[in-house]
């Protein structure tokens, strides 16, 4: 049978549009077996809030990514620094599914990185915005290029904070359960931020 020419006959049928065709794509790449992720974000450059809302709305643009949860923000201390020396931090979290692999998720987080002007010139510098994967699915890997669980996860109240708002049962791989290590460090230098709000990619 030509599906094509009986198409044509039929003058029932309506050509897809792209739109549509596209939407009902990204959905099928999204929907296929996704992983479970978290990404931190950080920000002491220029409109900290509005830099943030950018970089979830950007991930939230890529082909075979959602995301699922955006946490509240909190303030931090900048972190390795001398206190006073740089602006502070707004910090966020963000839960996803994705299809992409970690290394594709790595290269989204740097490509947003670059459209917000990140440079990386100095270790612990300011910058205009992090974008740092802290976990995918329960991956454990000491690969230099990208570790995961993040190396330091496990000590940033920042991290933990906004991560145990969005899934209070979350495990950090290799560590345990996210509530019990920010029990253990506490939460010296950062600070909820209730009067900020971050939403979902629309």
């Known amino acids: 049978m030509n599906n094509g020419l009986n198409a044509q006959s039929d003058p029932t049928v309506q050509p897809v549009p792209a739109s549509v065709v596209e939407t009902v794509d990204a959905a099928d790449t999204t929907l296929s077996n996704p992983k479970w992720a978290v990404i931190a974000l950080g920000a002491n450059l220029g409109n900290r809030l509005e830099t943030l809302q950018g970089a979830i709305d950007a991930l939230g643009d890529t082909p075979g990514l959602r995301v699922k949860a955006v946490s509240p923000v909190y303030e931090t201390e900048p972190w390795g620094v001398e206190p006073g020396s740089q602006p502070s931090y707004l910090n966020a979290v963000i839960a996803l599914k994705t299809t992409l692999p970690p290394s594709s998720l790595l290269e989204r987080a740097h490509a947003v990185e670059e459209a917000f002007d990140r440079v990386r010139e100095e270790r612990w510098g300011p910058r205009t915005i992090d974008v740092d994967i802290v976990a995918y699915a329960d991956v454990v890997s000491d690969d230099p290029v ?15 904070a ?36 971050l939403r979902l990619p629309e």
Request: no cysteine; net charge neutral; charged share 20%.
């Open 146 to 160: 990208l570790t995961l669980p993040h190396p330091r996860a496990h000590l940033r109240a920042f991290v933990l």
């Open 162 to 197: 906004p991560w145990n708002d969005i899934d209070p049962e979350a495990r950090l791989a290799g560590r345990g359960p996210v509530a019990g290590l920010l029990a253990a460090i506490g939460m010296s230098g950062v600070t909820a931020r209730t009067d900020l709000e």
